[in-house]
């Protein structure tokens, strides 16, 4: 069952409306890793809301069985945009879900409270959904959604987002950026 989550931390019981709709994808859809993390739509949409984001070059050494590591050996690409010195931004990896390595980690994301839900205006084949907000005993504020769309497995995390409405137009940025 899809649970639909369109508000800061708790699940709405009714639909609603995005207040940014999302494009609707056609079955025709062709979706591709981008060639490079400056060949993205990212750092305009995070632009706008973080100035001065750059593309943070990064030196990924995930370890083995990671979520970054079979992204990274399956041909996929992961980027940071934001402003490092702040610790504020996004991480974005995109890969080709042709060995189903979304599937492989859907027990894990359930584990940890992952919601799966349906994001409004996007045709999506499943989405994953996490938020905890910075607390006294959560360090680390957690906005994380796993959206398979397409073959394609995009993980949009972000540090400085509370809702999925809030992070509508940086998902869309997201899939656009892997639109053939």
Known sequence: MKQNLHSSSSPSPTPSVSASPLPTSTPSMSLV???SCAATKILN??????????????????SPD????????????????????????????????????????VASWVAKNY????VAGVDESAAY??????????EFHIWTLDILIHGMWI?????????????ASLIKAAIASATA
Request: aromatic share 8%; proline share 5%.
């Open 33 to 35: 890793v981008p060639a």
């Open 45 to 62: 949409d995070i632009s706008l809301r973080i100035p001065k984001s750059e593309v943070i070059d990064t030196k990924w050494q995930p």
């Open 66 to 105: 990671t979520e970054l590591a079979d992204v990274l050996g399956n041909g996929g690409i992961a980027c940071s945009y934001g402003i490092q010195r702040a610790e504020i931004g996004t991480t974005i990896m995109w890969v080709d879900n042709s060995t189903s390595i979304f599937e492989k980690h």
């Open 115 to 118: 919601k799966k839900i349906d």
């Open 129 to 138: 959904f996490i938020y905890k907000p910075q607390s006294t005993t959560n």
């Open 155 to 167: 993980q949009v995390s972000a540090t400085f987002l509370n809702s999925i409405d809030e992070g």
